[in-house]
């Protein structure tokens, strides 16, 4: 079987389990158009200030369309974090038996990236739709990159923190605090320090930023995309990393070099002990 | 090591403070059945972990003769996928060219009727079918299995002794390793994993 067949296989059996998470597929059809709606209707439509970093312009979106963009992001950071920890914590052991039985891992890493890349993109075009019901945000392809980037790195954090944990509640508890944390803080509408210095680098500040800066301004947004690119490179280099590490074969020992120390209860080794000389009455023949 | 399928010299292991194996010697020849008994604790799955190569001991040697099928005692199945799924899976990482050889496995074992059956609606004796065809779908030489039959009904037991008898004849090994010595009359040899040794015992039917 060739590299191709092999990530082919693994990419195709990767996106079965996605869409058999059932949770998920009614999260994202239910949660997201509701949050974008519910934000719109509840939150007033008083200007907020908003101040790009990038350019230090103070901007004054609708409280209302802001918190879309917030809504959004937070909707989509938990629902991709949730699918792909829930992939990776439940096929963990599983992921584990079919790299030992040979199965390059790499293939397996690649087909979680291109699940993550594909089901990021497709829940950010959909978020994008919904949100163009209530208004248009000025650059609509770079919108919907930065809810995609925003996605991406928390699917990122879903691997990482899959493979980590040890308890779904853990993974679970973990993606929704950080989410919620991450996106709050940047809501001038509910956070008085959503402007200050040290929002900057919390994960979704980039996202955050250049969605605002392209749904109501013509301001340049590079430098926030390079940043949730950067979340997003770290996130992913860890999750894959210690995806890798877990599904390797043979652990080595914790402890190596000079400080390794002789587990308790196991005997100190012996040394070789010589051969003892033939004894001759024992020979063959002998009588 | 010869001809040996599996040769085991002096592996140790312990847990923190607690010393679980204390110096395993194990050889096992090519059509052998070899049972491993013990206690509850008393380091089977340890010792079937290390010699699948998913723990290092912290001391001692393993050394394979061949390619090894490993059945775990727990089930290590991916719920959403269905039973054809894992053998497509499967196919791939053993690099099989078809599936030939497991639907021979399916067959015996009567698994056959659930290959689009997804495993989580498959009951436990079913999904053990499933762990023990994966293990055994690449054809390996040496078979090493941890309570291989735990849900199994009668005839797929009866079915399964039948299989290990043919897979004997054909030249391949087969370590079990069980906390009962159920069918002893059934093995070449029988150890008693005691105290962190491996104790040999007269097969015998109990």
């Known amino acids: 079987m060739n590299h191709a067949e092999l990530y082919l296989t693994a990419t195709r059996l990767t996106f079965v389990e996605h869409l058999r998470n059932r949770l998920a597929m009614a999260l994202i059809a239910v949660f997201i158009p509701t949050w974008i709606s519910l934000a719109y209707f509840v939150f007033e439509n008083r200007p907020v200030p908003f101040r790009l970093q990038a350019t230090g312009e103070v901007l004054h979106p609708p409280g209302n369309e802001f918190t879309q963009i917030a809504g959004a992001v937070n909707a989509l950071t938990l629902i991709v974090g949730f699918m792909m920890f829930a992939a990776t914590f439940t096929s963990g052991t599983f992921d584990r038996r079919l790299a030992m039985a040979g199965y390059p891992r790499v293939h397996l890493l690649l087909a979680k990236l291109t699940a993550l890349t594909l089901v990021s993109a497709a829940v950010a075009v959909y978020a994008t739709a919904v949100t163009c019901v209530f208004w248009s945000p000025r650059r609509l392809l770079l919108f919907t990159a930065a809810l995609l980037c925003a996605s991406l790195t928390y699917g990122g954090f879903g691997i990482l923190f899959g493979s980590l944990l040890r308890r779904e509640v853990e993974g679970m508890f973990a993606i929704v605090m950080t989410s919620c944390l991450d996106v709050g803080l940047q809501n001038p509408v509910h956070s008085s320090g959503a402007n200050g210095d040290l929002v900057q680098y919390l994960p979704c500040y980039g996202a955050l930023q250049a969605g605002t800066a392209v749904g109501f301004s013509a301001a340049s947004v590079p430098t926030c995309f390079a940043r949730q690119l950067a979340w997003f490179l770290c996130a992913i280099t860890a999750g894959l990393m210690v995806f890798r590490r877990s599904t390797r074969r043979l652990p080595p020992p914790s402890r190596t070099g000079f400080l390794r120390r002789r587990p308790r209860g196991v005997p100190r080794p012996t040394p070789p002990v010589p051969a003892a000389p033939p004894d001759p009455a024992a020979a063959p023949g002998a009588d | ?206």
């Open chain 2, 1 to 206: 090591m010869g001809q040996d399928l599996l040769n085991v010299s002096d592996v140790h292991h312990a847990y923190g403070p607690r010393p679980v194996l204390r110096g395993i010697d194990l050889t096992l020849r090519p059509g052998t059945l070899v049972g491993i008994v013990g206690e509850n604790g008393a380091g089977k799955t340890t010792l079937l972990k290390i010699l699948a190569e998913e723990l290092r001991p912290q001391r001692g040697r393993v050394r394979y003769g061949g390619r090894f099928g490993y059945c775990p005692q727990h089930l290590v199945l991916n719920d959403a996928l269905t039973v054809r799924q894992h053998l497509e899976y499967f196919r791939a990482a053993f690099g099989l060219g078809d599936l030939d050889h497991a639907e021979e496995i399916m067959d015996v074992l009567g698994l056959t009727s659930y290959s689009r059956e997804r495993v989580s609606v498959l009951s436990g004796g079913t999904k053990q079918k499933l762990n023990l065809t994966l293990a055994l779908m690449h054809d390996p030489v040496l078979l090493l299995l941890d309570e291989p039959y735990q849900g199994f009904d009668w005839e797929t037991y009866q079915r399964f002794w039948d299989m290990a008898a043919r897979l004997r004849r054909r030249g391949r090994s087969v370590l079990i390793v069980s906390h009962l010595a159920y069918d002893a009359e059934r093995l070449d040899e029988l150890r008693h994993l005691d105290g962190g040794l491996l104790h040999p015992e007269t097969p015998a039917p109990l």
